[in-house]
């Protein structure tokens, strides 16, 4: 028995409530969850593989009118237009959507979640009362038409215009070049009959920036109304089930009345009036009421991860391959390699799992109005922009991984996981591309690192550049890997005993953060004197993703480290909290080089997280299948028959062969012998 194993064998005994931990993972919604599990379990509102495009589109445009007659669609709108106000138990419900069809998802998203909500949220009472009732009940599909083909994430700089005619008292809305169509849109090749159109609003010569106007796209018949355009954007690498287009305008009129005008209004004689003075802020605000759409996403990838690894691993718990001569073949999860492919997934999952109900209640608590503040609305809106890339990462990765670790079984589409990984390779950079996201995150770090120093005297900076001269000096010196060294004494079990310690890893993982970060503030600092910031900020974009990227890894820790503190049975806290551990400590390892260069492990340290790294893994074989079933999907949410217990039967059925074969002396003698 090694040193690591002698350290815990008081907890080998260890197991996990199963019915405990799936009631706990289902969080705050959870008989909401469960009721969209359920409708996303029914057949009819599951995808079919091998459909033609136009096919799915239709069975999806179907599956939409189902989600209005089980009201489903009706949780976040307000009381008096039928629905329930429940802004938090409308995510959770339609994340779940993801595992019936992600293309129904995404287009249900389009309708409800951007067409509804940006007439909800960026309109007034006048247009709630007027669009609202035929957008909720699909009366009239809707187009969300924001992104243009320049422009995706730049939102600020789209090109198309709605200019004010005080005569006529009109919105005259343009698309001046090829480049400032709108595109990517969810129901615009087809189905769409209005649209929010995002656009420069104009008026007596002035540009005062993005708002967004209700535009009527087609007649009954289906027909564009004069001035109006559009094509198919047609077959795509996933989500065939929504009909993506484009849409151009030229000279398209509508009444002033259509801008909604929540945060920005124009009288009849084009004067233009806002209750938020600064044009940044006034856009930032409106953008960030339909924020939603991040959180949303941020949670269907975490549920295609747990789809993904209750798949693979059911599947690694039954496929035997190899094996030593005269005895059965091994079972896929009991190869290390196997369970270093996939274990560290799902210690990730459940981290992204945690984060993401933060995040909800966080969302929840801001749309509610129970908490509805700038700060608070700003929080929000940088937690959504550090998870949302992560997550959505994550799930490509697992699904890549699952699918590899399942073999040629896993590129069979009747085991869902090649349709899946092409459906979510798309929600890396729709709202919002990852990178640019991260760049938000860390544009906020680097502002609430400078805040501390806003109104700070001389010799508290002074004191502060002192502080990072000793620390350089301490690090590059190696006293502190040196501490660590007389620390451990040599001993790999004494380093793992540190960082087992759950403040250990907060310090590892938050020292990365604000190291970065520091750096890169001190060198924007002697930038901005010497006038090459802008130069200098583009040079550190990479670091400033790192950084952020290390952010989101920290808040994931912080929200798995606050759930352990809501477990009661001690032997479901255990085993999670080794799952926390391996995800704190592979995060670690995943960046060791970067510790080992900072100076802030000594080799000694880093040899010692690898191995606990191991040690954790091995630990967390025999609890993988209890960990992923607690995901709580079903055989009608899996749909993959490689996670039936086929595989079982066959090989059960194999063993059964083999002894009859060997007991009735004619087995064929191998030629070696």
Same mark, same amino acid.
């Given at each position: 028995?090694?040193?690591?194993?002698?350290?815990?064998?008081?907890?080998?005994s260890a197991t996990?409530?199963?019915?405990f931990?799936?009631?706990?993972?289902?969080?705050?919604?959870?008989?909401?969850?469960?009721a969209?599990?359920?409708?996303?379990g029914?057949?009819?509102?599951?995808?079919?593989?091998?459909?033609?495009?136009?096919?799915?589109r239709?069975?999806?445009?179907?599956?939409?009118?189902l989600l209005?007659?089980n009201?489903?669609v009706?949780?976040s709108?307000?009381?008096?237009?039928?629905?329930?106000a429940?802004?938090?138990g409308?995510l959770?419900a339609?994340q779940?959507?993801?595992?019936a069809?992600?293309?129904?998802?995404?287009?249900?998203?389009?309708?409800w979640?951007l067409?509804?909500?940006a007439?909800?949220h960026?309109?007034?009472?006048?247009?709630?009362?007027?669009?609202?009732?035929?957008?909720?009940?699909?009366?009239?599909?809707?187009?969300?038409?924001?992104t243009?083909?320049?422009?995706?994430?730049d939102?600020?700089?789209i090109?198309?215009?709605?200019?004010?005619?005080?005569?006529?008292?009109?919105?005259?809305?343009?698309?001046?070049f090829?480049?400032?169509?709108k595109?990517y849109?969810?129901?615009?090749a087809l189905?769409?009959?209005?649209?929010?159109?995002?656009?420069?609003?104009?008026?007596?010569?002035v540009?005062?920036?993005?708002?967004?106007?209700?535009?009527?796209?087609?007649d009954h018949?289906?027909?564009?109304?004069?001035g109006?355009?559009?094509?198919d954007?047609?077959?795509?690498?996933?989500?065939?089930g929504?009909?993506?287009?484009?849409?151009?305008?030229?000279?398209?009129?509508?009444?002033?009345?259509?801008?909604?005008?929540?945060?920005?209004?124009?009288a009849?004689?084009?004067t233009?009036?806002s209750?938020?003075?600064?044009?940044?802020?006034?856009?930032f605000?409106? @953008?960030? *009421? &339909?924020?939603?759409? /991040?959180?949303s996403?941020? =949670?269907?990838?975490?549920? %295609?991860?747990?789809?993904?690894?209750?798949?693979?691993?059911?599947?690694?718990n039954?496929?035997?391959q190899?094996?030593q001569?005269?005895?059965?073949?091994?079972?896929?999860?009991?190869?290390?390699?196997?369970q270093?492919?996939?274990?560290?997934?799902?210690?990730?999952?459940?981290?992204?799992?945690?984060?993401q109900?933060?995040?909800?209640?966080?969302?929840?608590?801001?749309?509610?109005?129970?908490?509805?503040?700038?700060?608070?609305?700003?929080?929000?809106?940088?937690?959504?922009?550090a998870?949302?890339?992560?997550?959505?990462?994550h799930? @490509?990765? *697992? &699904?890549?991984?699952? /699918?590899?670790?399942?073999? =040629?079984?896993g590129?069979? %589409?009747?085991n869902?996981?090649?349709?899946l990984?092409a459906?979510?390779?798309i929600?890396?950079?729709?709202?919002?591309?990852n990178?640019?996201?991260?760049?938000?995150?860390?544009?906020?770090l680097?502002?609430?690192y400078?805040?501390k120093?806003?109104?700070?005297?001389?010799?508290?900076?002074?004191?502060l550049?002192?502080?990072?001269?000793t620390?350089?000096?301490?690090?590059?010196?190696?006293?502190?890997?040196?501490?660590?060294?007389v620390?451990?004494?040599g001993?790999?079990a004494?380093?793992?005993n540190?960082?087992?310690?759950?403040?250990?890893q907060?310090? &590892?993982l938050?020292d /990365?953060?604000e190291?970065?970060?520091a750096?890169?503030?001190l060198d924007?600092r002697?930038?901005?004197?010497?006038?090459?910031e802008?130069e200098?900020?583009?040079?550190?974009q990479?670091?400033l993703?790192?950084?952020?990227?290390?952010?989101?890894?920290?808040?994931?820790w912080?929200?798995?480290t606050?759930?352990?503190?809501?477990?009661?049975?001690?032997?479901t806290?255990?085993?999670?909290?080794?799952?926390r551990?391996?995800?704190?400590?592979?995060?670690?390892?995943?960046?060791?080089?970067?510790?080992?260069?900072?100076?802030?492990?000594?080799?000694?340290?880093a040899?010692?997280?690898?191995?606990?790294?191991?040690r954790?893994?091995?630990?967390? /074989?025999?609890?993988?299948?209890?960990?992923?079933?607690?995901?709580?999907?079903?055989?009608e949410?899996?749909?993959?028959?490689?996670?039936?217990?086929?595989?079982?039967?066959?090989?059960?059925e194999?063993?059964?062969?083999?002894?009859?074969?060997?007991?009735?002396?004619?087995?064929?003698?191998?030629?070696?012998h």
């Open positions: 028995m090694s040193v690591i194993d002698k350290m815990e064998t008081e907890n080998e996990v409530d199963r019915q931990l799936e009631r706990f993972l289902l969080g705050k919604w959870a008989d909401i969850r469960l969209s599990r359920e409708l996303a029914r057949p009819e509102m599951q995808g079919i593989p091998g459909l033609t495009k136009d096919e799915h239709a069975r999806v445009l179907e599956q939409l009118k209005v007659q009201g489903q009706n949780l709108f307000p009381v008096e237009f039928g629905g329930k429940d802004h938090g409308n959770a339609f779940e959507l993801v595992v069809d992600p293309s129904m998802q995404i287009k249900s998203g389009v309708q979640g067409f509804a909500a007439i909800l960026l309109g007034t009472k006048p247009h709630h009362e007027l669009w609202l009732p035929s957008a909720i009940t699909l009366e009239t599909p809707g187009v969300y038409a924001m243009e083909t320049g422009h995706g994430s939102v600020s700089s090109a198309t215009t709605a200019t004010y005619d005080e005569e006529t008292q009109d919105w005259v809305i343009n698309t001046p090829r480049g400032a169509w595109d849109l969810g129901n615009a189905h769409g009959k209005a649209a929010v159109v995002f656009a420069q609003l104009i008026t007596k010569g540009n005062h920036g993005v708002h967004a106007f209700y535009v009527p796209l087609r018949d289906g027909n564009f109304f004069p109006i355009g559009g094509e954007d047609g077959l795509k690498g996933g989500l065939n929504i009909d993506n287009g484009r849409l151009h305008f030229s000279n398209v009129r509508v009444p002033r009345t259509n801008l909604l005008n929540r945060y920005g209004d124009v009849e004689d084009g233009y009036t209750p938020i003075a600064s044009p940044g802020r006034r856009f605000t409106m @953008l960030g *009421t &339909l924020v939603q759409g /991040r959180v996403l941020d =949670g269907a990838a975490v549920n %295609a991860s747990k789809l993904a690894l209750q798949i693979a691993v059911t599947y690694g039954e496929r035997r190899f094996g001569a005269g005895q059965s073949e091994t079972v896929l999860m009991d190869y290390q390699r196997h270093r492919r996939l274990i560290p997934l799902i210690a990730t999952t459940y981290a992204q799992a945690f984060s109900e933060v995040l909800l209640e966080k969302f929840d608590s801001v749309f509610s109005g129970a908490d509805d503040t700038d700060d608070n609305r700003q929080d929000l809106e940088t937690l959504a922009a998870l949302k890339p992560l997550s959505t990462w799930a @490509l990765n *697992t &699904l890549q991984e699952a /699918r590899e670790a399942c073999g =040629g079984q590129f069979l %589409a009747e869902r996981l090649t349709a990984r459906d979510m390779d929600y890396v950079t729709f709202e919002g591309d990178n640019v996201l991260l760049q938000l995150v860390a544009k906020r680097l502002t609430d400078s805040r120093f806003k109104d700070a005297d001389t010799g508290t900076l002074a004191r550049m002192m502080e990072q001269v620390e350089r000096a301490v690090t590059g010196s190696g006293l502190r890997r040196l501490g660590q060294n620390h451990d004494r001993s790999t004494r380093a793992v540190e960082l087992r310690d759950p403040e250990v907060r310090d &590892l938050t /990365r953060v190291t970065i970060i750096e890169i503030a924007l002697d930038a901005k004197k010497s006038g090459t802008a200098v900020f583009n040079q550190k990479s670091q993703i790192e950084a952020a990227s290390a952010h989101g890894h920290l808040l994931q912080e929200a798995f606050d759930a352990l503190s809501r477990i009661e049975d001690e032997g806290k255990q085993v999670l909290t080794w799952v551990d391996l995800f704190g400590l592979h995060t670690i390892e995943k960046n060791l080089s970067w510790y080992l260069i900072k100076g802030r492990l000594s080799a000694q340290r040899e010692a997280v690898t191995a606990y790294v191991d954790l893994i091995t630990r967390l /074989r025999t609890h993988a299948q209890d960990l992923v079933d607690s995901f709580g999907y079903g055989p949410h899996l749909r993959a028959e490689i996670a039936t217990g086929i595989e079982g039967i066959r090989q059960e194999a063993r059964h062969h083999y002894e009859k074969l060997a007991a009735s002396g004619t087995a064929p003698v191998p030629e070696k």
